[in-house]
């Protein structure tokens, strides 16, 4: 079965940063890509961001490309994504996402993903 721990989530002051870290387990994590969606009260689970199973290949959403970067530890079997400039805006809980599929494309929806994390929240005051 395959787990994944979201850590490093917090309260953070507007231009702040914070470094999101999931912790998976459970099988090999090197061959799967991986992800990171966030999801505000009241509001559909978005993506943020996503990366290949070898960091080739690194996708983000338009409203944190430039602010944002997720990378891969396929050694530490983590995926990280480090926020910077954050904003009220970002304000969200964040959840990291594995596909099943071994070298497989990189999904931008949550529906490509079977596997989540339990979430971590990201508060960002102004």
């Known amino acids: 079965q395959v787990q994944l721990v979201e850590s490093g989530g917090g309260l953070v002051q507007a231009g702040g940063s914070l470094r999101l870290s999931c912790a998976a387990s459970g099988r090999t994590f090197s061959p799967y890509p991986m992800g990171w969606f966030r999801q505000a009260p009241g509001k559909e689970r978005e993506f943020v961001a996503a990366i290949s199973w070898n960091s080739v290949s690194v996708y983000y959403a338009d409203s944190v490309k430039g602010r944002f970067t997720i990378s891969r530890d396929n050694a530490k079997n983590t995926v990280y994504l480090q926020m910077n400039s954050l904003k009220p805006g970002d304000t969200a809980v964040y959840y990291c996402?594995?596909?099943?599929?071994?070298?497989?494309?990189?999904?931008?929806?949550?529906?490509?993903?079977?596997?989540w994390g339990q979430g971590t929240q990201v508060t960002v005051s102004s």
């Open positions: 996402a594995a596909t099943s599929t071994a070298w497989g494309s990189v999904p931008f929806t949550p529906i490509g993903y079977d596997y």
